[in-house]
T-cell receptor
Framework: DSGVTQTPKHLITATGQRVTLRCSPR?????VYWYQQSLDQGLQFLIH???????AKGNILERFSAQQFPDLHSELNLSSLELGDSALYFC??????????FGPGTRLTVT | AQSVTQLDSQVPVFEEAPVELRCNYSSSVSVYLFWYVQYPNQGLQLLLKYLSGSTLVKGINGFEAEFNKSQTSFHLRKPSVHISDTAEYFC???????????FGSGTRLQVQP
């Protein structure tokens, strides 16, 4: 158990809909990272937040957004969903960049 | 941007045999390199990391990796594998200065009895 929790574990929704994925980092970790894992694209970095501020963006679509709240949990919002957005979404937290702890992931299925 | 290439998509090996999983990185980026393991239906777990210093890095579960600057490689090795090592292994590097990880495409290690 990494100490990082993600909810929900599974999510099934229809095209065009909007969903919110939640991540609670390990106690004391200020950084949260979001990653997408799909068969087509592999494992890709989406976005990094540090203590509530966005620090880096990766291959994150404009339809996607994230935020980190004062209690350090983070949410990834995915809107206007397409079939190709079906993937595993991981968050990771860290005290330093060099040691990221990954959550169990949220499996999103868009039908 | 960092580019990380894992040369083998699958590596079958018998139990107690040695194994090497290959990883190459692009030369134009920082050399903070990592190996992660993903067991079925789980998240990723850090096996080991290279930041600087000794080129031979030891990690958890008996794995080690060697950083080779001239060959821009960071291959993962284990002298004797167990059935429980069956998993997907990802090599990753830092996207220079962005504190973001770029992952290779993964290598599925299949340990057979």
């Amino acid at each position: 158990d990494s100490g990082v929790t993600q909810t929900p574990k599974h999510l099934i929704t229809a095209t065009g809909q909007r969903v919110t994925l939640r991540c609670s980092p390990r106690s004391g970790d200020l950084s949260v990272y979001w990653y997408q894992q799909s068969l087509d694209q592999g494992l890709q970095f989406l976005i990094h937040y540090y203590n509530g501020e966005e620090r880096a963006k990766g291959n994150i679509l404009e339809r996607f957004s994230a935020q980190q709240f004062p209690d350090l949990h983070s949410e990834l919002n995915l809107s206007s969903l397409e079939l190709g957005d079906s993937a595993l979404y991981f968050c990771a937290s860290s005290a330093t960049f060099y040691e990221q702890y990954f959550g169990p992931g949220t499996r999103l299925t868009v039908t | 941007a960092q580019s990380v290439t894992q040369l083998d998509s699958q590596v079958p090996v018998f139990e107690e045999a040695p194994v090497e999983l290959r990883c190459n990185y692009s030369s134009s980026v920082s050399v903070y390199l990592f190996w992660y393991v993903q067991y079925p239906n789980q998240g990723l777990q850090l096996l080991l990391k290279y930041l600087s210093g000794s080129t031979l890095v030891k990690g958890i579960n008996g794995f080690e990796a060697e950083f080779n600057k001239s060959q821009t490689s960071f291959h993962l090795r284990k002298p004797s594998v167990h059935i429980s090592d069956t998993a997907e292994y990802f090599c990753a590097g830092e996207d220079t200065g962005r504190r973001a990880l770029t992952f290779g495409s993964g290598t599925r290690l299949q340990v057979q009895p």
